[in-house]
């Protein structure tokens, strides 16, 4: 980054902070006559009230760890969110501090993880009951690639670290050279909350959190029709969250007021980037637009209210807008294209959902609830019209009325809005002492604009049966029965708003009426469920939980038709004695679906059908062991996990595409040993090997020439982590 575009950003980082702290002070004048009159209602006696008989935790407590640790080799999978994705060795630190008052007074702090780039340090005091105020900061990494390789993209001298060479499998022949680049991104979050009570039943509450994210990631570009490139990305994202809340909690009376805010900022406005497949490499560049600057703003409220003791009501709406005015890039790095006819999208959406529910018990053995809830996504944006660029080097055009011209192809934007209204019911009633069965009722409807289907309804019927014939035995069957109903898909414009008509087989139009999207075709459900609790022995417990669904499209010709899911999850705990204590269990989760579709190609001309099956299975099984092996000295633990995924894809007479597959065995052994009364000794040891099987990245080189990617292939990782740590424990 230049010094220039540091200037620009810290630029528009304080315009950012001076409107964000604009907008909290805004909202704290608006709010603080709300709670004048409650306050002045307040005296000095409001306080907590005393207990004699409470045990006395007033004073100082807490405990402080320092440790250090061993890891044997890198492994992002291994440490992608916990920061320990590099070999070596590492200190850390862990401590809580907490201080109690006989007059309310109260004070906490949490640190976890102080030297890892994981770390989390949470710190709040006040008055019970009166108010209280907390700072909160915690970062979290996101490893994806550790040592990737990407193609040279630019002229004259090599940075420090590029790696200079010839070009490998998929970059065979393109001059330059390879950088050696790491996926990795850092979020680092701010934040701060506080809670004011004036007075009995009266709540202020607000919130300030600012987050930071930084690193490179990947994303995919294209030059032409078919020369796909994966290429590191900078990411620098900004967000800032506030909001604050006025909130009332009578006997039968509750209310809320809450006003919430974001703002977004991106300091990259596009990626740039030059043509990895030119000779040499940098004759030819481009551009993607990045996510663009936005803010969103919200106003809710709440009221809920006990009419009878048996009966209570409640509603709350909600009105919100979201803009964004980010500036547009060029159609094109062609100076031929121009700029678009409108310097930005100027988008907003406006946002409205009322709700209204009821609970009421009117007898002894009936529970009788209700909700209504309607949504409105309103896209305000303008419709403006663009032209159709397909490359930098083409662009569609299509004949006017004049004989011998033609004009560029434009396409419109649509701004996409829905409407929702949405019916929930239940009843349920006790059948019997430890038998209860309850039944509900669903309705879904959605109406959409500019989308190929505007208007699907979808009604469940559920029912649920819960028995405890024993003390020993607990068991719920549920079953649910839904179906989703559609208008006529759309072919045609204004209503499907297809626009390229250049290549309307392209996806973008419903060229093939038999076609229909999954998430807008009819579709029949079934669901079905299963709980067992039950301990036959009194140092042995066992559960069972099954669950089954069935999707079927009755009506998809081509597309989704049917998908199927079901887990299995079996868990048994054992006391063998006061010291000794394990637990084991197995899931199995199993998912297969089925769609036929087809494919068409404008040289030469043609269309062709293909059916696909594929099933995916997932198993998991975990044991784990509890052990006092000296009673107040010596505690000791274990933990085993195995997991295992294959995916096969099955195509109707041609040849399946190998499988994908992914295998996890992680290993855990801790112990604590207490050296005096307030220090203890405490070590552990964790084993991981992850291997993965995707022949996408193994086969990329030799079966897609036409992609160059970052030289990344499937993982297969290998990890121990030895620590060893001191805690004093003091009060």
């Known amino acids: 980054m230049t010094s220039h575009s540091r200037s620009v950003s810290k630029k ?44 006395d935790y007033s004073g100082w407590s807490g405990w402080v760890e320092g440790g250090l640790g061993a890891q044997s080799s890198d492994d992002v999978h291994f440490g992608r969110y916990i920061g320990r994705e590099s070999r070596g060795g590492t200190i850390n630190a862990d401590g809580a501090v907490r201080y109690r008052a006989k007059d309310g007074r109260y004070a906490d702090l949490k640190a976890v993880d102080l030297g890892l780039t994981s770390r989390d340090l949470q710190l709040d005091g006040g008055v019970q009951g009166k108010y209280g105020a907390a700072f909160e900061y915690d970062q979290i990494p996101n490893y994806r690639i550790h040592d990737a390789f990407t193609p040279f993209q630019g002229g004259g001298t090599l940075p420090a670290g590029w790696v200079a060479g010839s070009n490998t499998g998929a970059m065979a022949g393109l001059s330059g050279a390879l950088v050696q680049t790491s996926l990795k991104t850092q979020r680092d979050r701010t934040g701060v909350k506080f809670n004011y009570i004036p007075v009995t039943d009266w709540e202020v509450t607000g919130f300030f959190r600012h987050e930071k994210k930084e690193g490179t990631r990947d994303v995919g570009a294209s030059f032409g029709f078919g020369s796909i490139s994966i290429l590191p990305a900078p990411v620098d994202f900004q967000t800032d969250d506030f909001g604050m809340t006025v909130g009332y909690k009578g006997r039968k009376l509750q209310g809320q007021l809450v006003y919430t805010g974001s703002f977004f900022k991106n300091g990259n406005a596009a990626i740039n980037f030059a043509n990895p497949y030119s000779v040499p490499i940098g004759v030819a560049t481009g551009a993607i637009a990045e996510s663009p600057d936005n803010q969103s703003h919200q106003l809710s409220g709440l009221l809920a209210y006990q009419l009878s003791e048996s009966t209570r009501i409640g509603a709350n709406l909600a009105i919100g807008r979201m803009t964004q005015n980010q500036a547009f890039l060029p159609y094109s790095s062609n100076p031929g294209f121009g700029m678009p006819s409108t310097s930005s999208l100027d988008g907003r959406v406006d946002t409205t959902q009322a709700k209204f529910d009821i609970s009421s018990r009117p007898a002894l053995r009936w529970q009788l609830n209700a909700s209504y809830t309607y949504s409105n996504r309103d896209d305000k944006t303008d419709v403006h019209a663009y032209q159709n660029v397909i490359t930098d080097a083409y662009q569609s055009y299509s004949p006017t009325s004049t004989p011998g011209t033609s004009a560029p192809v434009t396409r419109n934007n649509r701004p996409y809005s829905f409407e929702q209204r949405l019916l929930r019911t239940s009843a349920a009633y006790a059948l019997s002492q430890g038998a209860n069965l309850s039944a509900g009722f669903d309705d879904n409807q959605m109406n959409r604009s500019y989308q190929p289907v505007q208007k699907t309804d979808d009604r469940t019927l559920w029912t649920k049966l819960k028995l405890h014939p024993t003390e020993s035995i607990e068991t719920t069957l549920k079953y649910s029965y839904s179906t989703r109903d559609a208008s006529a898909y759309a072919t045609s414009s204004p209503a499907a708003a297809f626009q390229n008509s250049l290549f309307p087989e392209s996806g973008v139009g419903n060229a093939n009426p038999l076609m229909t999207a999954f998430e807008y075709a009819d579709r029949r459900r079934n669901k079905v469920g299963f709980e067992v609790s039950t301990s036959p022995l009194p140092q042995l417990s066992l559960d069972l939980s099954v669950d089954y669904y069935r999707d079927d499209y009755p009506k998809t010709v081509l597309g989704l038709n049917n998908a199927k899911g079901t887990s299995v999850t079996p868990s048994a705990t054992y006391v063998f004695s006061d010291r000794l204590s394990s637990s084991l269990y197995y899931s199995y989760e199993k998912l297969d679906s089925g769609q036929a579709s087809s494919y068409w190609m404008t040289a030469p001309a043609t269309s062709t059908l293909w059916a696909e099956s594929d099933s995916n299975l997932t198993q998991t099984v975990g044991l784990n062991l509890t052990w006092k092996a000296i009673p107040k000295k010596l505690d000791l633990g274990a933990d085993l996990a195995y997991s295992d995924f294959t995916g096969k894809i099955h195509y109707v007479g041609t040849t399946d595409l190998p499988d994908l597959g992914s295998r996890m065995t992680s290993i855990g052994i801790h112990g604590t040993y207490k050296l005096k009364d307030q220090l203890s000794l405490r ?9 993965q099987s995707d022949w996408a990245a193994a086969g990329a080189a030799s079966t897609l020439p036409q992609l160059l990617s970052m030289g990344t292939v499937p993982q297969n990782s290998e990890t121990s982590l030895v620590t060893v740590s001191l805690r004093y424990d003091f009060k």
């Open 12 to 55: 528009k980082l304080m315009s950012a902070n001076k409107h964000t702290l604009l907008y909290t002070l805004i909202l704290a004048a608006l709010m603080l006559p709300l709670t004048a009159e409650a306050a002045k209602k307040s005296d000095d006696g409001d306080g907590p009230a005393a207990c004699d008989d409470c045990p």
């Open 683 to 691: 070590a552990g040891y964790r084993y991981e090997k992850y291997s």
